[in-house]
T-cell receptor, first 113, second 113 residues
Framework: DVKVTQSSRYLVKRTGEKVFLECVQD?????MFWYRQDPGLGLRLIYF???????EKGDIPEGYSVSREKKERFSLILESASTNQTSMYLC????????????FGEGSRLTVL | GENVEQHPSTLSVQEGDSAVIKCTYS??????FPWYKQELGKGPQLIID?????GEKKDQRIAVTLNKTAKHFSLHITETQPEDSAVYFC????????????FGAGTRLFVKA
């Protein structure tokens, strides 16, 4: 069974803290994504990566960075968390090719106090 | 930029009735239209998709229609069941790999037993 695993389901952090969200996929997919989900706004793309050490900005990259040192692992980093980054974060992966299907993890709900 | 509008934001139906969710997209280059279902506490999962060279696709109780001229696509669920209760997202993308996937804001479907 294909799987995208996000290491933390729930996190509570304080303003200014550095936050790491980890994602691992076991499908040997080339592409990995970080989305942010907020009510009424759908899913918005933060960053994506199409290869190891490669990254591209999505629609809302401000305040975030990413790291992809291994093919199966994609990390989202909040250098200095702010309250407006309280949200649900979803990691996804896909394979390069005709299909555009995204495989999502179960999400990480981050609260910044 | 590309925009996907989804309606309604909330939909409540009686068990056994049909449910219809509608989306419009702005970029005429979009050629792949997936629908994702997100159950409580889980990540979105692909339930059906359609490509721009097809007008309709059906899979058991769910069907999707696409009108390229009007840039509309819709999800139809017949004989709804309580387990259909979830948030549904439409999306539009260009090409494979999922890179340029734009999501609608989501529809929360309640199926009353």
């Amino acid at each position: 069974d294909v799987k995208v695993t996000q290491s933390s389901r729930y996190l509570v952090k304080r303003t200014g803290e550095k936050v790491f969200l980890e994602c691992v996929q076991d499908m040997d997919h080339e592409n990995m994504f970080w989305y942010r989900q907020d009510p009424g706004l759908g899913l918005r793309l933060i960053y994506f990566s199409y290869d190891v050490k490669m990254k591209e900005k999505g629609d809302i990259p401000e305040g975030y960075s990413v790291s992809r040192e291994k093919k199966e692992r994609f990390s989202l980093i909040l250098e200095s968390a702010s309250t407006n980054q309280t949200s649900m974060y979803l990691c996804a992966s896909s394979t390069t090719g005709y299909t555009g299907e995204l495989f999502f993890g179960e999400g990480s709900r981050l609260t910044v106090l | 930029g590309e925009n996907v509008e989804q309606h309604p934001s909330t939909l409540s139906v009686q068990e056994g009735d049909s449910a219809v969710i509608k989306c419009t997209y702005s970029d005429s280059a979009s050629n792949y239209f997936p629908w994702y279902k997100q159950e409580l506490g889980k990540g979105p999962q692909l339930i059906i998709d359609i490509r721009s060279n097809v007008g309709e696709k059906k899979d058991q109780r769910i069907a999707v229609t696409l009108n390229k001229t009007a840039k509309h696509f819709s999800l139809h669920i017949t004989e709804t069941q309580p387990e259909d209760s979830a948030v549904y997202f439409c999306a539009a993308s260009i090409g494979g790999g999922g890179f340029k996937t734009i999501f609608g804001a989501g529809t929360r479907l309640f199926v009353k037993a």
